[in-house]
C-alpha cells in the first residue's frame, strides 16, 4: 500500500506555543488529507478535510484559527496547533487519499503534549 | 448523519479462540468499510478494506463480512493469538460526504 510518512512521532511543547505537524505522501500523490484527534481510550474524531491547493475544511465544533492546515503541494500537508495549552495535549493521526481512489492511508501518529 | 458502532467494547478471550467483531454503521451510502488495529499508544495499520459491492474480504486469519442493507460488519479473527490483542477500528466511508466515520473500536486481550 501507499506510504504516509507523519512527522514528528512525538512532541512537547510549553503551554502558548505553537507546533507544526508534517503528514507527507512518499510514494503518491494526495489529492485529498485528512486530519484526525484521538484523545485517550477514545475513537478517532474528524477534524479537517485539506484538498491540495484550496482551504481545509473544518468540522463543527473545531477551531479553524487554532488548528491552522496547510495542504500547499501534493505530497505535504501540516498542521499547527497555534498557542497551544494542555486541552490540545492529544494524538493527531492525518491520512491521504488520491484522485479517484477511496481508500485513504494513514500516517503513525503525532504523540502532543502541552505543559 | 453516519453513526458507526462497535459492540463489545472489550473483549477478553483464551488463546486459540475464534472470535467476531462486530460493527454497525447508520447510513447504507457507503463507498467502503475499513478495518484497523491500532496497538496503545501507535497509529493504525489497515487489515482490510471491503468496497460496497463486495461482500468479504479475506487476509490470513482475518475475515471481513460486509452486509450494507442492514448496516452491518464483522472481522472474524481464527484461532487467536497473543499479538492478536489491540484495538480494532471499523471505519465507513460516507458515499454522500467522502469522510471516513469511524467507530470507537474494540478492545481485544488474548489471554496466553
Known amino acids: 500500500g501507499a506510504v504516509v510518512s507523519q512527522h514528528p512521532s512525538w512532541v512537547i511543547c510549553k503551554s502558548g506555543t505553537s507546533v507544526k505537524i508534517e503528514c507527507r505522501s512518499l510514494?503518491?500523490?494526495?489529492?485529498?488529507m485528512f486530519w484526525y484527534r484521538q484523545f485517550p481510550k477514545q475513537s478517532l474524531m474528524l477534524m479537517a478535510t485539506?484538498?491540495?491547493?484550496?482551504?481545509?475544511?473544518?468540522e463543527q465544533g473545531v477551531e479553524k484559527d487554532k488548528f491552522l492546515i496547510n495542504h500547499a503541494s501534493l505530497t505535504l500537508s501540516t498542521l499547527t496547533v497555534t498557542s497551544a495549552h494542555p486541552e490540545d495535549s492529544s494524538f493527531y493521526i492525518c491520512s491521504a487519499r488520491y484522485r479517484g481512489q477511496t481508500e485513504a492511508f494513514f500516517g503513525q501518529g503525532t504523540r502532543l503534549t502541552v505543559v | 448523519k453516519q453513526e458507526v458502532t462497535q459492540i463489545p467494547a472489550a473483549l477478553s478471550v483464551p488463546e486459540g479462540e475464534n472470535l467476531v467483531l462486530n460493527c454497525s454503521f447508520t447510513d447504507s451510502a457507503i463507498y467502503n468499510l475499513q478495518w484497523f488495529r491500532q496497538d496503545p499508544g501507535k497509529g493504525l495499520t489497515s487489515l482490510l478494506l471491503i468496497q460496497s459491492s463486495q461482500r468479504e474480504q479475506t487476509s490470513g486469519r482475518l475475515n471481513a463480512s460486509l452486509d450494507k442493507s442492514s448496516g452491518r460488519s464483522t472481522l472474524y479473527i481464527a484461532a487467536s493469538q497473543p499479538g492478536d490483542s489491540a484495538t480494532y477500528l471499523c471505519?465507513?466511508?460516507?458515499?454522500?460526504?467522502?469522510?471516513?466515520?469511524f467507530g470507537q473500536g474494540t478492545t481485544l486481550q488474548v489471554k496466553p
Open positions: 471505519a465507513a466511508l460516507s458515499g454522500n460526504t467522502g469522510k471516513l466515520i
Open positions: 510514494d503518491f500523490q494526495a489529492t485529498t
Open positions: 485539506s484538498n491540495e491547493g484550496s482551504k481545509a475544511t473544518y
